[in-house]
């Protein structure tokens, strides 16, 4: 099992910047493949980027592709978001996730972080 802790969020205005963390603790960080997801007020969570065990591979979104960057630091057991060029439809609580699928296009994770939100003022 793996547990994991976001930070980072805030509130920004649209076209700026912010990079979210995630922290894992528990089993080997390197076992799962990353995601994260958001989740905006009134609507469903949706997948947003993905990132292999090793952080060769990577998967986004449309709707955040050329925007958002994904990666990962074994070393530190941590995941990262970085988020440019922010939008207000960007406005959500942002979830990192963590499955042992190695399959980056498949949503389904196993375990879930507590969320952290993120504010893009117009």
């Known amino acids: 099992q793996v547990q994991l802790v976001e930070s980072g969020g805030g509130l920004v205005q649209a076209g700026g910047s912010l990079r979210l963390s995630c922290a894992a603790s528990?089993?080997?960080?390197?076992?799962?493949?990353m995601g994260w997801f958001r989740q905006a007020p009134g609507k469903e969570r949706e997948f947003v980027a993905a990132?292999?065990?090793?952080?060769?591979?990577?998967y986004y979104a449309d709707s955040v592709k050329g925007r958002f960057t994904i990666s990962r630091d074994n070393a530190k057991n941590t995941l990262y978001l970085q988020m440019n060029s922010l939008k207000p439809e960007d406005t959500a609580v942002y979830y990192c996730?963590?499955?042992?699928?190695?399959?980056?296009?498949?949503?389904?994770?196993?375990?879930w972080g507590q969320g952290t939100q993120v504010t893009v003022s117009s």
């Open positions: 528990g089993r080997i960080f390197t076992f799962y493949t």
């Open positions: 990132t292999s065990r090793s952080g060769g591979s990577t």
């Open positions: 996730a963590a499955k042992t699928s190695t399959i980056l296009v498949t949503i389904s994770y196993n375990y």
